[in-house]
């Protein structure tokens, strides 16, 4: 059954319109309920109670935007999570947080676009966040606008797997914190920009839902996307003394001048170093 947080979400406690009908919430709770695999089900479970949890958070200056996909792009995350999270995976490759162009739109972990419709097939509806700035406005999956760190981290696992279910076979793919935050002038503002103690309020809710889906899907490996996310599961996952080996790759970011000479190969030699690669061939 649903607990009291997700039932809150339900009945208009959630941070995207608030014109939601009873239809659109009877089509939520009976998505979560026909979530057919029980790992499913539990992610989607744990991901509504950070959503609850998170509401109670403000944030000041610089933030003056903040979207939260897990609350307007629910029914594509649902869609991803449903169609993707399965028992057996072995490897959980681990963002930060959601980019404007990428899961902000889509719902899904490094979601580019085109590589979320395309090739993860994910459909769905997608909403807006209560208060959006206008240079960047949510389109959802009409979006035209390429996520970089998307088109390269999915386009590089397309080349390796061909399917999506012979990469979601072995791995899957979450990011820490589901919220995205710009400041006045729509640029985006990272965890690490956040002051002290509102990063620290933050990522303490985020901290806790990666041990419980951790512990959960069973992963022996969690791969951070960049320095940022691999140090950060280092430390929160020793700390609550959960046995998983934790490595790391390069960010795709754009912003990375080693990423712009060659991502792809600096993660495939990681890759393979981390004898990850070898699980799409076997």
């Not at 939520?28 to 539990?42: H, K, M, S, Y």
């Not at 963002?95 to 899961?103: A, S």
């Not at 035209?144 to 998307?150: C, L, P, Y």
Request: with cysteine; net charge negative; charged share 25%.
């Amino acid at each position: 059954m649903l607990n009291e947080n997700d039932l809150h979400r339900l009945d208009g406690g959630d941070a995207g319109t608030d014109d939601t009908g009873e239809a659109e919430k009877q089509n939520i709770l009976d998505g979560v309920l026909r979530v057919p695999a029980e790992t499913a089900e539990q992610f989607l479970r744990a991901e509504l109670d950070l959503n609850a949890r998170l509401r109670s958070l403000t944030f000041g200056e610089p933030v003056r935007y903040t979207y939260n996909p897990l609350e307007y792009a629910w029914d594509t995350h649902r869609c991803y999570v449903q169609t993707y999270c399965q028992p057996g995976q072995s490897v959980l490759f681990l963002g930060m947080n959601p980019g404007p162009f990428g899961m902000a739109q889509t719902g899904v972990p490094f979601g580019e676009v085109k590589a979320v419709r395309d090739w993860l097939k994910i459909t769905g509806e997608v909403g807006h966040p209560p208060d959006e700035h206008p240079k960047r406005p949510i389109l959802g999956l009409a979006c035209k606008q390429s996520e970089v760190s998307g088109a390269r981290f999915w386009g590089f696992f397309r080349k390796q797997c061909v399917e999506p279910q012979t990469f979601f076979r072995h791995c899957f793919v979450h990011n820490l914190c589901p919220l995205i935050f710009m400041n006045a002038t729509g640029k985006n503002l990272t965890p690490p920009e956040l002051p002290a103690a509102e990063r620290d309020a933050l990522l303490r809710h985020c901290d806790a839902t990666l041990g419980q889906v951790v512990t959960l899907l069973g992963v022996s490996m969690v791969i951070g996307v960049g320095k940022v996310a691999e140090q950060r599961a280092r430390r929160v996952l020793s700390e609550a003394g959960i046995q998983v080996r934790v490595e790391g790759i390069l960010h795709p970011s754009p912003r990375s001048a080693q990423a712009n000479r060659g991502w792809e190969a600096v993660a495939k030699a990681k890759l393979e170093e981390l004898d990850v690669l070898k699980l799409f061939t076997s």
